[in-house]
């Protein structure tokens, strides 16, 4: 298993562009997640999906869209970039509900928002 | 709305001597995780805690829970180099099925000779 994968990992933008952060899991997790990481904050979630067609959102999830049509993809949209959104972006899964299921984290996207 | 406190912050450690992250939280939960986070990678999971009075230990890592406290602790052992990374607990609301994760705002360890 190749577990989460994230692409790109590096991405630099100018203010204004739209861009897809890349989401995939081959372990068929139910749950998928994106969180975005700055410093001296930890890591807050954006948008969240229990399954296919089901997504909802977190606690930051201004500017950004989701879409979950596979159980194995979950993409992130930035409609207009700016430079608040610069940050470290990353993609979690886990089987689901059961207390103790683990969330697998991505390798992570590192986003420039110039 | 949960919240989640670390501290220290940040940890300056001595190889041989032990320490203690702390992390409380604001509201009741039944699920606490702690994670570790090397420079410029990801999240690598270190414990799950699911109940009051859960302890879990992993090499020179013990983690528990106290429930009725909101408080979960993550000891360190007579610290080695290795270990120095950021130390991440999260919490999942009891009122969660789907386990959305609060994170406190991370402990960074540095361990030195």
């Known amino acids: 298993n190749a577990g989460v994968t994230q692409t790109p990992k590096f991405q630099v933008l100018k203010t204004g562009q739209s861009m897809t952060l890349q989401c995939a899991q081959d372990?068929?997790?139910?749950?998928m997640s994106w969180y975005r990481q700055d410093p001296g904050m930890g890591l807050r979630l954006i948008h969240y999906?229990?399954?296919?067609?089901?997504?909802d959102q977190g606690e930051v999830p201004n500017g950004y869209n989701v879409s979950r049509s596979t159980t194995e993809d979950f993409p992130l949209r930035l409609l207009s970039a700016a430079p608040s959104q610069t940050s470290v972006y990353f993609c979690?899964?886990?089987?689901?509900?059961?207390?103790?299921?683990?969330?697998?984290f991505g390798p992570g996207t590192r986003l420039l928002v110039l | 709305e949960l919240k989640v406190e670390q501290n220290p912050l940040f940890l300056s450690m001595q190889e041989g001597k032990n320490y203690t992250i702390y992390c409380n939280y604001s509201?009741?939960?039944?699920?606490l995780y702690w994670y570790r986070q090397d420079p410029g990678k990801s999240l690598e999971s270190l414990f799950v805690?699911?109940?009051?009075?859960a302890v879990k230990q992993e090499g020179r890592l013990m983690a528990s829970l106290d429930t009725k406290a909101r408080l979960s602790t993550l000891h360190i052992t007579a610290a080695v180099h290795d270990l120095s990374a950021t130390y991440f607990c999260?919490?999942?609301?009891?009122?969660?099925?789907?386990?959305?994760?609060?994170f406190g705002a991370g402990t960074q360890v540095v361990v030195t000779p």
């Open positions: 979690a899964s886990s089987y689901g509900r059961a207390p103790g299921e683990t969330q697998y």
């Open positions: 372990m068929n997790h139910e749950y």
């Open positions: 999906s229990v399954g296919a067609g089901i997504t």
């Open positions: 509201t009741t939960s039944d699920r």
């Open positions: 805690l699911l109940s009051n009075g």
């Open positions: 999260a919490v999942v609301m009891t009122t969660d099925s789907w386990g959305k994760l609060q």
